[in-house]
């Protein structure tokens, strides 16, 4: 069996939760966030920092970028696979519904910024087919799909970010949080527009994927094999609400979301960890993903053991990223956790 099979297999086992002796575990090396490097045309020079446009989006040089990156490097990281997406430092859901894209290279970040129109603008909002990022989109797709062919399977993109976190970048979060108090109706409706177009750009995607051994493959930061068709949804916002607001409000975007696609994952930040119950209800889901917060007043590691075994608890598979920790930290969270069902992603601080 050659390494590819054997992690198809542990990925396999992964997702059925059967019996295994260690989890998936990628361990990366330390390194800051790199700068930017937007795959513009050839002969497109841009400033340092702005106002991102589709023009300004050149799938070839993605992927050549791309295959630079991963030379000579194989299909296999640690445990997980390489995968390609469309550019994923773009916030395309943000993008697609109308919020101008800022992008700074230095830093190497790019955000959103409310669109002028407010609670009215969101509410007319409507998917149009000709939607110039969703063009865009489609493009990364076409091309890479031929240009990775037998080389890196395919992902949908992410930040596929949630209903809520999407409202937030629409109207603003302290407009969105006043929202739920002043206007119930109002927010639901919103919600419910967010997910319908949540639900029609990843299946725009989804049949633009090839298969992937079988099934078909997650995005490029969980370098994971699906059995089937997926991909992550967000509730960073989550870290704004509470947990009954949650209940009351998003469960059921969760769940039409979950009936959109074979195997949902949900992206949660540990800072945001008070929904937990609430999201667990969402029968659908195929897997919890779990970012832990590298901030200062963030929750330790170990304090996060209870959630993690809650995940699994519920019978959920459970896929931790970490930016850090220690080895120590590490050590404890595999003695602390079944390895079924387990995937773990981070880099090792060079001291405790």
């Known amino acids: 069996?050659?390494?590819?099979?054997?992690?198809?297999?542990?990925?396999?086992?992964?997702?059925?939760?059967?019996?295994?002796?260690?989890?998936?575990?990628?361990?990366?090396?330390?390194?800051?966030?790199?700068?930017?490097?937007?795959?513009?045309?050839?002969?497109?020079?841009?400033?340092?920092?702005?106002?991102?446009?589709?023009?300004?989006?050149?799938?070839?040089?993605?992927?050549?970028?791309?295959?630079?990156?991963?030379?000579?490097?194989?299909?296999?990281?640690?445990?997980?696979?390489?995968?390609?997406?469309?550019?994923?430092?773009?916030?395309?859901?943000?993008?697609?519904?109308?919020?101008?894209?800022?992008?700074?290279?230095?830093?190497?970040?790019?955000?959103?910024?409310?669109?002028?129109?407010?609670?009215?603008?969101?509410?007319?909002?409507?998917?149009?087919?000709?939607?110039?990022?969703?063009?865009?989109?489609?493009?990364?797709?076409?091309?890479?799909?031929?240009?990775?062919?037998?080389?890196?399977?395919?992902?949908?993109?992410?930040?596929?970010?949630?209903?809520?976190d999407m409202l937030g970048a629409l109207v603003g979060v302290e407009r969105m949080c006043f929202g739920f108090a002043e206007s119930p109706q109002l927010v639901r409706e919103a919600l419910g527009i967010l997910t319908d177009i949540w639900i029609e750009v990843v299946g725009e995607q989804l049949a633009l994927l090839p298969p992937f051994a079988g099934g078909m493959a997650n995005c490029e930061q969980y370098g994971l094999w699906v059995p089937g068709t997926n991909a992550v949804t967000q509730c960073d916002l989550a870290v704004a609400i509470s947990a009954r607001t949650y209940e009351r409000y998003l469960v059921l975007c969760d769940e039409r979301i979950c009936v959109s696609m074979a195997y949902p994952v949900i992206h949660l930040h540990s800072a945001g960890l008070h929904v937990l119950e609430q999201v667990l209800s969402v029968t659908g889901f195929a897997a919890i993903q779990i970012v832990v917060d590298p901030g200062p007043k963030d929750p330790a590691v170990r304090d996060l053991w209870p959630a993690f075994r809650r995940v699994q608890a519920a019978g959920k598979p459970l896929i931790i990223h970490c930016t850090t920790i220690t080895q120590a930290e590490l050590d404890?969270?595999?003695?602390?956790?079944?390895?079924?069902?387990?995937?773990?992603?981070t880099s090792i601080a060079d001291k405790e």
């Open 332 to 345: 404890g969270l595999l003695a602390a956790l079944s390895p079924r069902g387990l995937c773990i992603r």
């Open 1 to 164: 069996m050659d390494v590819v099979e054997a992690t198809l297999a542990r990925h396999q086992a992964f997702w059925s939760r059967a019996e295994v002796n260690r989890p998936l575990l990628t361990v990366l090396p330390p390194s800051a966030l790199p700068s930017l490097q937007i795959p513009t045309p050839a002969g497109v020079a841009l400033p340092p920092e702005g106002y991102l446009q589709p023009a300004m989006l050149d799938p070839l040089r993605y992927f050549e970028q791309m295959a630079a990156r991963w030379d000579g490097l194989g299909p296999i990281d640690g445990d997980q696979f390489r995968i390609m997406t469309a550019y994923w430092y773009v916030p395309w859901l943000e993008a697609i519904c109308g919020c101008p894209i800022w992008y700074v290279c230095e830093s190497g970040t790019m955000y959103s910024k409310p669109p002028e129109g407010g609670w009215d603008a969101v509410r007319a909002l409507r998917l149009r087919h000709d939607n110039p990022w969703l063009r865009k989109l489609r493009e990364f797709y076409a091309v890479l799909r031929d240009l990775a062919a037998d080389r890196y399977p395919l992902g949908v993109a992410m930040p596929m970010r949630g209903p809520i």
